[in-house]
T-cell receptor
Framework: AQTVTQSQPEMSVQEAETVTLSCTYD???????LFWYKQPPSRQMILVIR??????QNATENRFSVNFQKAAKSFSLKISDSQLGDAAMYFC??????????????FGKGTKLSVKP | ETGVTQTPRHLVMGMTNKKSLKCEQH?????MYWYKQSAKKPLELMFV???????ENNSVPSRFSPECPNSSHLFLHLHTLQPEDSALYLC???????????????FGPGTRLTVT
């Protein structure tokens, strides 16, 4: 079975500092996508960053970057220059993709990130 | 209205009531989803509709009944719920299809349901 594990229920970072959120996953598939979603207190979940498993280069989106280690099945999110607006629940998610078919999103339990001013 | 909207945002209902949650997407997507989000648990996929056809029912109890009249609207009909059904119910939509593409799911703000 495919699973996603986020081992850090809560994390805290000082404003302007860098924080890394961990995610590991278990799958026997070779083609898949990985995502980080952010859910602020207002509750609307938004996509932060995505990574295609077939790409070796780590994805980056402004202050957000990932460290994708396919062999280790690890997909961590690094937030640089943390801002107060980054405070939220962060969910790691996985979806397999093969031959035009796609699986459903499988989410981790989430990490609650607090940003201290 | 843009994106994915959900109404109501909050709902309190008794175990004998019947109510419905509504979701509407303004993104031109062809797939819609219902998720249940409970405290300290991963998001649970409940139902998937693709081109108005239900393609997934993730072993959801029959007291939850989905309806997708067209690709822009999705309902979740509720009846004789239990207190453990209290949760945040999220709707999402995506542009499903084939090929190598990470089809992003866009989420609504959710309905906070409390069953008393």
């Amino acid at each position: 079975a495919q699973t996603v594990t986020q081992s850090q229920p809560e994390m805290s970072v000082q404003e302007a500092e860098t924080v890394t959120l961990s995610c590991t996953y278990d799958t026997s598939e070779s083609d898949y996508y990985l995502f980080w979603y952010k859910q602020p207190p207002s509750r609307q979940m938004i996509l932060v960053i995505r990574q295609e498993a077939y790409k070796q280069q780590n994805a980056t989106e402004n202050r957000f970057s990932v460290n994708f280690q396919k062999a280790a099945k690890s997909f961590s999110l690094k937030i640089s220059d943390s801002q107060l607006g980054d405070a939220a629940m962060y969910f790691c998610a996985y979806r397999w993709d093969y031959g035009g078919s796609q699986g459903n999103l499988i989410f981790g339990k989430g990490t609650k990130l607090s940003v201290k001013p | 209205e843009t994106g994915v909207t959900q109404t109501p945002r909050h709902l309190v209902m008794g175990m004998t009531n019947k109510k419905s949650l509504k979701c509407e997407q303004h993104l031109g997507h062809n797939a819609m989803y219902w998720y249940k989000q409970s405290a300290k648990k991963p998001l649970e996929l409940m139902f998937v509709y693709n081109f108005k056809e239900q393609t997934e029912n993730n072993s959801v109890p029959s007291r939850f009944s989905p309806e997708c009249p067209n690709s822009s609207h999705l309902f979740l009909h509720l009846h004789t719920l239990q207190p453990e059904d209290s949760a945040l119910y999220l709707c999402a939509s995506s542009q499903d299809g084939s090929g190598r593409a990470a089809y992003e799911q866009y989420f609504g703000p959710g309905t906070r349901l409390t069953v008393t």
